[in-house]
Nanobody
Framework: QVHLVESGGGLVQPGGSLRVSCTIS????????VGWFRQAPGKGREGLSC????????GYADSVRGRFTISSDKAKHTVYLQMNGLKLEDTAVYYC????????????????WGQGTQVTVSS
C-alpha cells in the first residue's frame, strides 16, 4: 500500500531555513515521481517542485526557484525539500505526493498524498 508521511514543518522567522521530509513506503522511487505542494488558507494547492529519482531530474515553480531545493535519498526512502530565504507568503501546509513517472507540478496528476505538515513563517 502506497503511503507518504511528511515531517519537519514548524515555525521559522523570515529569511530563515527549514527542511521538510517525505518518507515513502509501498513503492519505489525508481518508478514514481514525487512532488511537493503547498496550500495556504483560502488558496488552491500550488505545485512547488518535483523529482524523478530514477534519473535525478527535477523541476521548480517560479515562486520557489533559487530558494527551494528538492532531493531524494533512495536508501532512506525519503524526498526532501530544503527551503531557504523563507518569506511570510511561504506560510502554508506542505504536502508531498507521488505518481508514476514523469513528474509534473500539476497537483491533479498525482495519485497518492501525504497528510501535510504546517510551515509558518513569522517574526
Amino acid at each position: 500500500q502506497v503511503h507518504l508521511v511528511e515531517s519537519g514543518g514548524g515555525l521559522v522567522q523570515p529569511g530563515g531555513s527549514l527542511r521538510v521530509s517525505c518518507t515513502i513506503s509501498g513503492f519505489s522511487l525508481d518508478s514514481y515521481a514525487v512532488g511537493w505542494f503547498r496550500q495556504a488558507p483560502g488558496k488552491g494547492r500550488e505545485g512547488l517542485s518535483c523529482i524523478s529519482a530514477s534519473d535525478g531530474s527535477a523541476g521548480y515553480a517560479d515562486s520557489v526557484r533559487g530558494r527551494f531545493t528538492i532531493s531524494s535519498d533512495k536508501a532512506k526512502h525519503t524526498v526532501y525539500l530544503q527551503m531557504n530565504g523563507l518569506k511570510l507568503e511561504d506560510t502554508a501546509v506542505y504536502y508531498c505526493a507521488a505518481r508514476r513517472w514523469p513528474g509534473t507540478l500539476n497537483p491533479l496528476m498525482y495519485d497518492y498524498w501525504g497528510q501535510g505538515t504546517q510551515v509558518t513563517v513569522s517574526s
